[in-house]
């Protein structure tokens, strides 16, 4: 087919595994979980690039959509003026979570499960427990572990929406350039996946992104816990 008879045919554009296809796919199941769960659905919002992603096609529906976010006294300054700059951008309507618990300036290399487990896990707890839905920037291509998830999940009474799943990283910077989404400063750095700055690390460009997460430890290449455990308990 030449490019002249494609011009033709737009419907090509919008086929399943093409960036316009998968903007309209995502667009239709952040709307349907919008109708379906009103109030109690909100979108997950960590920064990084993915969840921005997200946070802008759920704005595109609903342009006071409920977003909440997740902070821990390890994260990076640049994300918390990042997190400002974009609540004022976008006049994003968020809630924010921290932990209370004091934890030791070491816990992240001594035992960072239990570090994620008191600054990520139990926060997000208290920022679900009265929602039946969340919608999350989680992609299948990241990393090793998130390889088996689905579109839409249910773990103890809370359904997970993940409308971006099978989006490359590619797809993640063509729509941040189409639409004009300013960036974390610390892509320009080389980080491809951005956490806490104890357990994120640059990594090479053939590497799955989430390479980088806590490198020397057993949770390297891994998860925090909120998708793999249960937060409803
Ligand atoms: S990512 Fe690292 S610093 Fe952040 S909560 Fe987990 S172990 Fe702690």
């Given at each position: 087919?030449?490019?002249?008879?494609?011009?033709?045919?737009?419907?090509?554009?919008?086929?399943?595994?093409?960036?316009?296809?998968?903007?309209?796919?995502?667009?239709?199941?952040?709307?349907?979980?919008?109708?379906?769960?009103?109030?109690?659905?909100?979108?997950?919002?960590?920064?990084?690039?993915?969840?921005?992603?997200?946070?802008h096609l759920a704005?595109?529906?609903?342009?006071?959509?409920?977003?909440?976010?997740?902070?821990?006294?390890?994260?990076?300054?640049?994300?918390?003026?990042?997190?400002?700059?974009?609540?004022?951008?976008?006049?994003?309507?968020?809630?924010?979570f921290m932990s209370?618990?004091?934890?030791?300036?070491?816990?992240?290399?001594?035992?960072?499960?239990?570090?994620?487990?008191?600054?990520?896990?139990?926060?997000?707890?208290?920022?679900?427990?009265?929602?039946?839905?969340?919608?999350?920037?989680?992609?299948?291509?990241?990393?090793?572990?998130?390889?088996?998830?689905?579109?839409?999940?249910?773990?103890?009474?809370?359904?997970?929406?993940?409308?971006?799943?099978?989006?490359?990283?590619?797809?993640?910077?063509?729509?941040?350039?189409?639409?004009?989404?300013?960036?974390?400063?610390?892509?320009?750095?080389?980080?491809?996946?951005?956490?806490?700055?104890?357990?994120?690390?640059?990594?090479?460009?053939?590497?799955?992104e989430r390479e980088?997460?806590?490198?020397?430890?057993?949770?390297?290449?891994?998860?925090?816990?909120?998708?793999?455990?249960?937060?409803?308990?």
């Amino acid at each position: 087919m030449n490019l002249a008879t494609k011009n033709k045919n737009p419907e090509i554009y919008f086929q399943e595994n093409t960036l316009l296809g998968k903007i309209k796919h995502a667009r239709e199941i952040i709307s349907d979980a919008i109708e379906e769960y009103g109030d109690k659905v909100q979108v997950a919002c960590s920064f990084g690039k993915d969840s921005m992603v997200v946070v802008h096609l759920a704005l595109q529906i609903k342009p006071d959509v409920k977003i909440f976010t997740v902070v821990t006294p390890f994260k990076p300054k640049e994300t918390f003026e990042y997190k400002d700059q974009m609540i004022q951008h976008y006049n994003l309507n968020l809630v924010e979570f921290m932990s209370k618990e004091k934890v030791d300036k070491n816990l992240p290399k001594t035992n960072p499960d239990k570090c994620c487990r008191i600054l990520k896990v139990e926060p997000t707890k208290e920022a679900v427990k009265n929602l039946d839905a969340w919608i999350c920037g989680l992609r299948n291509t990241e990393g090793r572990t998130r390889k088996n998830y689905q579109e839409v999940e249910e773990k103890g009474g809370l359904v997970k929406i993940n409308p971006i799943l099978n989006w490359t990283e590619l797809d993640i910077w063509r729509y941040m350039a189409i639409y004009n989404i300013p960036i974390h400063p610390f892509y320009a750095k080389g980080y491809r996946s951005l956490g806490c700055e104890p357990c994120t690390n640059m990594i090479s460009d053939i590497e799955p992104e989430r390479e980088g997460r806590w490198i020397g430890t057993s949770k390297c290449g891994g998860e925090c816990g909120i998708h793999t455990m249960s937060l409803k308990q």
